[in-house]
């Protein structure tokens, strides 16, 4: 037997991408793996600002369309780039275990902490998310808008004389940086960044009715991640957040309770609401509703 597995062709991509495939190969010795690289919209569109060119699915619709069309048989994303919705016809299949769900910041050469930066230190990012977390946390920051892939964004400390770009810990850790750069990798608190819904989880992503495909990717699930996703990704589609304003999830497993985080602001960070519920792990994706109710209920009073 034969499956194909699809992917965008980024450094980050292709590594996340591989170590599904490796697991698969692992747990499925007799299936053979095709790797299937594809160009999607996002990788095309490489100097426009990421939050004035449309939204999630970006990095997604020519992957799901293939899939659709049993071009490949697996498709690999990160989750926290996948629109709330799923096209009729795909789904989510198992969800293998989270990496680092944190954000760190490459510091320029000489620096060690977010703490010890100067007044009007320069920090770049192109998220909301981050940038008004930052600013609560350091009013005198100076948030500079970059994008790019991670190696862009990492060479713009220097281009851009940058004291530190903000970026997913599960890039790095994914792609070993921490040992490529002399850069200090500064892992910050979920205190002060909460992450974005789902970050440093990888969607799979199947055809609804292929049980063969299912089959072969029971072995990689991991429960606790998969209920992570499932409240998170709930709050994410219930607070009906673009990539325009910000918004933060972050899901703790444990035993039977669960407790789940969140974070919306306006698009302008002048109002920011950031809040805390608990409940059972079966009703993780209705926690997520029940937490954006509460939240967008908040924002509303501090908005009269
Ligand atoms: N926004 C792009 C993106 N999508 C997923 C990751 C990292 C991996 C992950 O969060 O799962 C990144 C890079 C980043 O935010 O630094």
Same mark, same amino acid.
């Given at each position: 037997?034969?499956?194909?597995?699809?992917?965008? !062709?980024?450094?980050?991509?292709?590594?996340?991408?591989?170590?599904?495939?490796?697991?698969?190969?692992?747990?499925?010795?007799?299936?053979?793996?095709?790797?299937?690289?594809?160009?999607?919209?996002?990788?095309?569109?490489?100097?426009?600002?990421?939050?004035?060119?449309? %939204?999630?699915?970006? @990095?997604?619709?020519?992957?799901?369309?293939?899939?659709?069309?049993?071009?490949?048989?697996?498709?690999?994303?990160?989750?926290?780039?996948?629109?709330?919705?799923?096209?009729?016809?795909?789904? @989510?299949?198992?969800?293998?275990?989270?990496?680092?769900?944190?954000?760190?910041?490459?510091?320029?050469?000489?620096?060690?902490?977010?703490?010890?930066?100067?007044?009007? #230190?320069?920090?770049?990012?192109?998220?909301?998310?981050?940038?008004?977390?930052?600013?609560?946390?350091?009013? %005198?920051?100076?948030?500079?808008?970059?994008? !790019?892939?991670?190696?862009?964004?990492?060479?713009?400390?220097?281009?851009?004389?940058?004291?530190?770009?903000?970026?997913?810990?599960?890039?790095?850790?994914?792609?070993?940086?921490?040992?490529?750069?002399?850069?200090?990798? @500064?892992?910050?608190?979920?205190?002060?960044?909460?992450?974005?819904?789902?970050?440093?989880?990888?969607?799979?992503?199947?055809?609804?009715?292929?049980?063969?495909?299912?089959?072969?990717?029971?072995?990689?699930?991991?429960?606790?991640?998969?209920?992570?996703?499932? #409240?998170?990704?709930? @709050?994410?589609? #219930?607070? %009906?957040?673009?990539?325009?304003?910000?918004?933060? #999830?972050?899901?703790?497993?444990?035993?039977?309770?669960?407790?789940?985080?969140?974070?919306?602001?306006?698009?302008?960070?002048?109002?920011?609401?950031?809040?805390?519920?608990? !409940?059972?792990?079966?009703?993780?994706?209705?926690?997520?509703?029940?937490?954006?109710?509460?939240?967008?209920?908040?924002?509303?009073?501090?908005?009269?």
């Amino acid at each position: 037997m034969k499956v194909i597995v699809g992917s965008r !062709g980024s450094k980050l991509a292709l590594t996340q991408t591989n170590w599904v495939i490796d697991r698969i190969k692992n747990a499925n010795p007799n299936v053979e793996v095709e790797l299937k690289v594809i160009k999607t919209k996002g990788d095309k569109i490489q100097n426009v600002a990421l939050d004035k060119i449309g %939204d999630k699915g970006l @990095f997604v619709k020519e992957i799901e369309q293939e899939l659709l069309e049993g071009k490949i048989d697996i498709a690999i994303h990160s989750m926290k780039d996948m629109p709330s919705v799923v096209p009729q016809g795909l789904k @989510f299949s198992y969800v293998p275990e989270r990496e680092d769900f944190r954000d760190v910041i490459i510091l320029k050469e000489g620096y060690n902490s977010l703490k010890e930066l100067p007044q009007g #230190a320069k920090i770049g990012t192109g998220s909301k998310r981050r940038k008004y977390q930052l600013l609560k946390y350091r009013p %005198d920051l100076d948030i500079v808008p970059i994008r !790019g892939n991670i190696d862009t964004r990492i060479r713009k400390i220097e281009e851009e004389n940058l004291h530190g770009v903000v970026l997913a810990a599960a890039g790095i850790n994914r792609l070993g940086m921490e040992n490529k750069i002399n850069n200090k990798v @500064f892992y910050v608190d979920e205190d002060i960044i909460l992450p974005a819904p789902a970050q440093g989880i990888l969607a799979i992503e199947i055809r609804e009715n292929d049980h063969r495909i299912e089959e072969l990717l029971k072995p990689i699930h991991h429960e606790e991640s998969k209920i992570q996703a499932e #409240a998170e990704r709930g @709050f994410l589609e #219930a607070i %009906d957040g673009s990539c325009h304003i910000p918004v933060g #999830a972050l899901c703790t497993v444990n035993g039977e309770e669960i407790s789940l985080e969140g974070l919306f602001g306006l698009e302008d960070g002048s109002a920011m609401v950031r809040k805390t519920v608990k !409940g059972k792990k079966e009703d993780a994706r209705k926690l997520g509703f029940n937490l954006a109710e509460e939240i967008r209920e908040e924002m509303g009073k501090s908005e009269r």
